[in-house]
């Protein structure tokens, strides 16, 4: 009889012993899986977000070396320069003592005595001396010798932020960056999931995991089940979360989103870790007491022509062999080194990128002698500005719209109407920070204009709306939609302040704006545009 029982145990402890091999296989296959479906994914985004009609840009081949500083540097720099910048100012106070200089020539010094500080900032005397590169950042240790899990990254509008965390998956996906240290990353649009989280109604906390099907189908993640939503809390990974400065007006309305962030970066997950970025003006309350905090500054001048030298060879090879790349890359190296202006925006990865391609438009222009081209040698800020809007305006996701003529020459005038939509919903979303940009917000510059153009009280017969929706310009927007359904935002928040910019100038003050204030407009963009390099 012992013997008996002894045989059933000996059984039973074998079946269970199967048992856990096959779940444990079932798991390795489930986590490999998971594994091959972000991958897929990241090695699918191999392009940098298109920028108007541009030339593709594969991620692997343009220019990106962004230096990272961390947060103890960049204090010591910023106290550095302010001392500097006072001295400056004071020798500046005698000299105009002894002799008024000209309006146009301090506006000249002021432009050089940014460029200055761009390079004393980038340089730290020392060639980038104290920044670190992006595969260390998981090496620091904190002074205490605590583990740092939660890294905050900052920098303003077209540092290149978004591309960061991009060219950052897209290298774990190629196995060339913390495959040993992570078995999932994700990387994640805050902008772009608002919309899943309903503000209404409570969802019970056992359904969390439920959403993260829809997050992963935003983020372009095909196929994902529970069965993966369960890797991601069970096995190491890491959360890329992009843009929390662009959604912190929606988590003060937003309980169910506020509550999603707030988990997602709990202490309580040991397997997790997280990088987010911002812009400086927004810190996240949910990163743990630890978290390391990093600037991203923008190009130093060799790195500026090289990523010049890059592109145009990246357009000989995808668009036109026997294209003189090399004569069109010195070409608009040149006009950076003599337009002052031009040169301090070309710091900013984002306005370089739109330099070159405006050279490349200048040419194509050229060729077909049409008389219209951009030219960057003498152009003002202000003409700028507005040659951004107009490429912009001519291009959505899916090529140029059809209402919008190739010809610059009368876009605001035949448009006139959408422009200040579009202009005037930029200034107030900026003005409330909010780039995700709400439905009573839309609705509130439809009645503001409603008067000037005679909008029907119906909207939804209203011929201009649909104008509205026909330039494809928002996003998240409903393209049929009768009225405004749901929340929108520009592309790049870089377009949210040039339509802006518009509205100060075009719509605010119109028909008599001043000079005065067109260069008081220009003023203030240039220094919010400058705002992570300042220092």
């Given at each position: 009889?012992?013997?008996?029982?002894?045989?059933?145990?000996?059984?039973?402890?074998?079946?269970?012993?199967?048992?856990?091999?096959?779940?444990?296989?079932?798991?390795?296959?489930?986590?490999?899986?998971?594994?091959?479906?972000?991958?897929?994914?990241?090695?699918?985004?191999?392009?940098?977000?298109?920028?108007?009609?541009?030339?593709?840009?594969?991620?692997?081949t343009c220019y990106i070396r962004l230096l990272l500083l961390p947060q103890q540097i960049f204090e010591?720099?910023?106290?550095?320069?302010?001392?500097?910048?006072?001295?400056?100012?004071?020798?500046?106070?005698?000299?105009?003592?002894?002799?008024?200089?000209?309006?146009?020539?301090?506006?000249?010094?002021?432009?050089?005595?940014?460029?200055?500080?761009?390079?004393?900032?980038?340089?730290?005397?020392?060639?980038?001396?104290?920044?670190?590169?992006?595969?260390?950042?998981?090496?620091?240790?904190?002074?205490?010798?605590?583990?740092?899990?939660?890294?905050?990254?900052?920098?303003?509008?077209?540092?290149?932020?978004?591309?960061?965390?991009?060219?950052?998956?897209?290298?774990?996906?190629?196995?060339?960056?913390?495959?040993?240290?992570?078995?999932?990353?994700?990387?994640?649009?805050?902008?772009?999931?608002?919309?899943?989280?309903?503000?209404?109604?409570?969802?019970?906390?056992?359904?969390?995991?439920?959403?993260?099907?829809?997050?992963?189908?935003?983020?372009?993640?095909?196929?994902?089940?529970?069965?993966?939503?369960?890797?991601?809390?069970?096995?190491?990974?890491?959360?890329?979360?992009?843009?929390?400065?662009?959604?912190?007006?929606?988590?003060?309305?937003?309980?169910?989103?506020?509550?999603?962030?707030?988990?997602?970066?709990?202490?309580?997950?040991?397997?997790?870790?997280?990088?987010?970025?911002?812009?400086?003006?927004?810190?996240?309350?949910?990163?743990?007491?630890?978290?390391?905090?990093?600037?991203?500054?923008?190009?130093?001048?060799?790195?500026?022509?090289?990523?010049?030298?890059?592109?145009?060879?990246?357009?000989?090879?995808?668009?036109?062999?026997?294209?003189?790349?090399?004569?069109?890359?010195?070409?608009?190296?040149?006009?950076?080194?003599?337009?002052?202006?031009?040169?301090?925006?070309?710091?900013?990865?984002?306005?370089?990128?739109?330099?070159?391609?405006?050279?490349?438009?200048?040419?194509?222009?050229?060729?077909?002698?049409?008389?219209?081209?951009?030219?960057?040698?003498?152009?003002?800020?202000?003409?700028?500005?507005?040659?951004?809007?107009?490429?912009?305006?001519?291009?959505?996701?899916?090529?140029?719209?059809?209402?919008?003529?190739?010809?610059?020459?009368?876009?605001?005038?035949?448009?006139?109407?959408?422009?200040?939509?579009?202009?005037?919903?930029?200034?107030?979303?900026?003005?409330?920070?909010?780039?995700?940009?709400?439905?009573?917000?839309?609705?509130?510059?439809?009645?503001?204009?409603?008067?000037?153009?005679?909008?029907?009280?119906?909207?939804?017969?209203?011929?201009?709306?649909?104008?509205?929706?026909?330039?494809?310009?928002?996003?998240?927007?409903?393209?049929?939609?009768?009225?405004?359904?749901?929340?929108?935002?520009?592309?790049?928040?870089?377009?949210?302040?040039?339509?802006?910019?518009?509205?100060?100038?075009?719509?605010?003050?119109?028909?008599?704006?001043?000079?005065?204030?067109?260069?008081?407009?220009?003023?203030?963009?240039?220094?919010?545009?400058?705002?992570?390099?300042?220092?």
């Amino acid at each position: 009889m012992d013997e008996r029982r002894h045989c059933e145990e000996e059984l039973k402890f074998e079946e269970k012993g199967e048992e856990k091999r096959n779940l444990a296989n079932a798991i390795g296959v489930t986590e490999e899986e998971t594994k091959q479906k972000l991958k897929e994914c990241y090695k699918s985004q191999d392009e940098l977000a298109p920028l108007v009609d541009d030339v593709r840009q594969p991620i692997c081949t343009c220019y990106i070396r962004l230096l990272l500083l961390p947060q103890q540097i960049f204090e010591e720099r910023k106290k550095d320069l302010i001392k500097n910048k006072t001295r400056n100012i004071k020798k500046e106070q005698e000299k105009r003592e002894q002799d008024e200089a000209q309006k146009e020539e301090e506006e000249e010094e002021e432009s050089e005595k940014w460029s200055n500080v761009l390079d004393d900032v980038l340089m730290h005397n020392n060639n980038g001396q104290g920044a670190i590169e992006v595969q260390d950042l998981w090496n620091m240790k904190k002074t205490d010798n605590l583990e740092v899990r939660h890294i905050s990254i900052h920098g303003e509008a077209g540092m290149g932020k978004s591309t960061l965390t991009q060219r950052i998956v897209y290298l774990w996906a190629n196995d060339q960056l913390w495959n040993n240290r992570f078995e999932w990353l994700l990387r994640i649009s805050l902008k772009s999931i608002v919309d899943i989280f309903d503000n209404k109604t409570g969802r019970k906390k056992k359904d969390r995991k439920s959403q993260w099907s829809k997050i992963m189908k935003e983020m372009g993640v095909l196929k994902w089940d529970k069965n993966d939503t369960n890797v991601l809390y069970s096995k190491n990974g890491l959360l890329l979360l992009d843009g929390f400065d662009e959604i912190v007006n929606e988590l003060n309305k937003n309980p169910e989103l506020q509550t999603w962030l707030q988990e997602c970066m709990d202490s309580k997950h040991k397997n997790r870790w997280v990088i987010m970025t911002s812009r400086r003006n927004s810190e996240c309350p949910y990163l743990d007491c630890n978290a390391e905090k990093f600037h991203v500054v923008g190009f130093q001048t060799q790195d500026i022509q090289k990523y010049v030298r890059a592109y145009f060879q990246n357009v000989a090879t995808v668009v036109d062999h026997h294209y003189d790349h090399q004569s069109e890359a010195e070409l608009l190296i040149q006009t950076l080194h003599t337009n002052q202006s031009l040169s301090i925006l070309s710091h900013i990865p984002y306005y370089l990128r739109f330099f070159c391609y405006l050279t490349r438009q200048k040419k194509g222009a050229m060729e077909k002698k049409n008389g219209e081209t951009n030219d960057l040698d003498n152009i003002s800020i202000s003409k700028l500005f507005e040659v951004l809007v107009q490429c912009y305006m001519q291009w959505d996701q899916h090529g140029a719209t059809s209402i919008i003529p190739r010809s610059s020459k009368n876009t605001f005038l035949k448009f006139k109407m959408e422009m200040d939509y579009l202009s005037n919903l930029a200034w107030e979303g900026l003005k409330a920070d909010q780039a995700v940009i709400s439905c009573d917000m839309q609705q509130r510059v439809i009645d503001k204009l409603s008067n000037k153009y005679h909008f029907p009280q119906n909207i939804v017969t209203s011929s201009q709306w649909s104008h509205i929706r026909a330039f494809l310009v928002l996003q998240g927007q409903v393209s049929r939609a009768a009225h405004p359904s749901g929340s929108v935002y520009f592309p790049h928040l870089l377009f949210q302040e040039w339509f802006a910019a518009y509205y100060l100038v075009h719509c605010l003050y119109e028909p008599e704006a001043s000079e005065g204030i067109v260069r008081h407009v220009q003023s203030w963009f240039m220094r919010n545009s400058l705002q992570s390099i300042r220092w």
